[in-house]
């Protein structure tokens, strides 16, 4: 049966997910996407992917203006994109991933940005669709074209001196789901070239905080938990950040969950943070 986590705006279970797989409206993607080399996202979702799902690519539906990685696309490059997935006007949008970075809470705030409300992820993901012996399919679905029609939504983005602004004057939770030594800046950044450490003022939230030992994400109660041990004051508006955009969306989301409704996504993250010498950086926990 569905569980008390289901809400088709924010996360939907497995349960829920099987129990409608047939429903006209529904469109299903899937997100997976690695940070680090060695495996294929989309020939994974070749071999093996839930009925009916499209590959929503991380790497190639974005903003080819930028240089920086996976920025969230222009709404026309939005539209067109998923219009030829098959995603149109009405639709319920179920997202999954198959990544230990939880790729799909990044799909999911991107529609949000796109206007989109009845969009969900997958509570487990692929792990435990496979691991509840679900069925899924190889050969490639075959969607008609539709149409969507985004309305952006600009107050759940910022940018790089939008952050600066925070930072400096303390008016926002400057929060970083990246893990503990890339935060306090005792470990190498993944992608060359960036300095390591911190905003100043920021706090720092791991996104594996966020999940229970099944990767299910945790109950309200035990995510506003989370963010109040790591001393995140919950009244004051927030802005999530990590390394390029991607765990943020996971803080975006839990904060979603608990109803904390003031918050954005710093989309540049410290991939362009880290790339500016004349931004400041901090080290430490503090």
């Known amino acids: 049966m569905p569980t008390d986590s ?8 497995t349960a829920w997910l ?10 299903i ?8 080399p060695g495996r294929d ?14 590959f929503f690519d991380l790497d190639r539906i974005t903003d080819s203006r930028s240089s920086l990685p996976h920025m969230a696309p222009l709404p ?11 995603i149109g006007d009405g639709d319920q949008v179920v997202v999954y991933d198959n990544s230990p970075v939880r790729s799909a809470a990044r799909v999911w705030w991107t529609f949000r940005l796109m206007g989109w409300s009845d969009v969900a992820v997958l509570d487990g993901g692929m792990g435990k669709w496979l691991a509840e012996g679900r069925a899924t399919a190889s050969a490639p679905a075959t969607p008609t074209a539709r149409e969507l029609t985004p309305h952006l939504r ?14 400096k004057l303390a008016t926002h939770e400057i929060i970083d789901a990246r893990g503990e030594p890339r935060f306090r800046g005792e470990a190498a950044e993944p992608r060359a070239g960036l300095r390591s450490g911190h905003i100043p003022g920021s706090k720092n939230l791991p996104f594996g905080r966020l999940f229970n030992t099944d990767g299910t994400m ?18 004051k508006p927030a802005i999530t950040t990590c390394g390029s955009g991607v765990t943020a969306a996971i803080l975006f ?3 979603e969950r608990i109803g904390h409704m003031d918050h954005s996504l710093y989309d540049g993250s410290w991939a362009e943070w880290g790339s500016f010498p004349d931004l400041k950086i901090a080290t430490g926990d503090a």
């Open 41 to 54: 996202a989309q020939a994974e979702y070749a071999a093996c992917h839930i009925p009916g799902a499209q």
């Open 253 to 255: 989301l839990a904060l």
């Open 29 to 36: 993607l899937d997100a997976t996407w690695f940070l680090e």
């Open 18 to 27: 099987a129990a409608h797989l047939d429903d006209p409206g529904l469109r």
């Open 76 to 86: 026309e490059t939005f539209a067109e994109r998923m219009a030829t997935l098959g």
């Open 6 to 13: 289901d809400n088709p705006t924010t996360l939907v279970s």
């Open 154 to 167: 600009p107050e759940l983005v910022r940018d790089v001196t939008q952050v600066a602004a925070a930072s």
């Open 218 to 235: 945790k109950s309200t109660d035990d995510l506003r938990a989370e963010f109040t041990a790591a001393g995140i004051d919950l009244t």
